[in-house]
């Protein structure tokens, strides 16, 4: 299948739901990590301090794959064939260190922290958002190192592992009441 053929990677188009399937998961999740890291990777190395220099492109690099991640979570909970559980939890792991990736970049931290003191353009929307990316970034373990960040990592990856679990077991039992 090529990407031209898998409907999770065409972002900006509303997804085509009924053409989705179990199949396009990981080929889509396999294809979008890299692209994400190689934006990541580019961003850390040069980026300037303001809401256009940092902000801007850190969202955008995000996009294409927490798209097609929410497409996929959105179908687990109104189509949720076993396939689809299967291909959504085999990519899972990867997709919430890709998240983490971000989250605990030095250098994209130092900067939103430059951004907030140093880009006088910001209006109290735009400072509010860098805040909240600041916090984001600290509640997802900024400030740990060496295995704290590993231990806090393995945590969150276990987490979302349950939240699956039970919002399956939630579908599985509304569905065997219905």
């Not at 850390?44 to 995000?62: F, I, K, M, S, Y």
Request: net charge negative.
């Amino acid at each position: 299948m090529t990407s031209a053929e898998n409907p999770l990677l065409r972002v900006g188009e509303l997804p085509r739901f009924d053409a989705i399937t179990a199949a396009h998961v990981e080929p889509a999740i396999r294809e979008l990590l890299p692209r994400q890291q190689a934006a990541l990777d580019a961003l850390e190395g040069a980026h300037a301090p303001t809401w256009d220099g940092l902000v801007v492109p850190l969202r955008r690099l995000a996009e294409p794959l927490s798209s097609a991640w929410g497409v996929v979570g959105h179908l687990i909970s109104v189509k949720n064939a076993p396939e689809l559980r299967q291909a959504h939890e085999r990519a899972q792991p990867e997709v919430v260190a890709a998240r983490m990736r971000i989250d605990q970049s030095e250098p994209l931290y130092r900067g939103l922290k430059r951004v907030l003191t140093e880009d006088r353009s910001l209006d109290s929307g735009r400072k509010r958002v860098v805040e909240q990316m600041v916090r984001d970034a600290e509640l997802a373990g900024i400030g740990l190192q060496g295995a704290q960040r590993e231990r806090f990592n393995a945590l969150e990856i276990e987490l979302s592992e349950l939240a699956t679990r039970y919002q399956n077991q939630l579908l599985d039992a509304t569905k065997a009441f219905a």
